[in-house]
């Protein structure tokens, strides 16, 4: 299995992206996909998190508003639409995908630099 992130860029602040992460199989195997980013110097951190069987998804309140997952079954892919993007958004943005709710994340893409300039 394997995750392919992309779509990142360079943008000016208040512009756009949006994040791609395709999976090599099909995205109802998982239980959960979710989206992280990691800017240097700091720890990773969960940004969105899916809910592939009820379509739920969580967001965390630095992007909440901001930006919105979605996905295409028939692509077997994720997205992450980035709105009203901040200097702050700079990081490089992963994906990653879970067999279970409660368990760790089994597979990880490789990520995608986002540079938002002020």
């Known amino acids: 299995v394997q995750l392919q992130a992309s779509g990142g860029g360079l943008v000016q602040a208040g512009g756009s992206l949006r994040l791609s992460c395709a999976a090599s199989?099909?995205?109802?195997?998982?239980?959960?996909m979710a989206w992280f980013r990691q800017a240097p110097g700091l720890e990773r951190e969960l940004l969105s998190r899916?809910?592939?069987?009820?379509?739920?998804?969580y967001y965390a309140d630095s992007v909440k508003g901001r930006f919105t997952a979605s996905r295409d079954n028939a692509k077997n892919t994720l997205y992450l639409q980035m709105n009203s993007l901040k200097p702050e958004d700079t990081a490089v943005y992963y994906c990653?995908?879970?067999?279970?709710?409660?368990?760790?994340?089994?597979?990880w893409g490789q990520g995608t630099q986002v540079t938002v300039s002020s």
């Open positions: 990653a995908a879970a067999r279970s709710l409660v368990g760790p994340y089994d597979y």
């Open positions: 199989g099909r995205t109802s195997m998982y239980a959960v």
């Open positions: 899916f809910i592939m069987t009820l379509g739920s998804t």
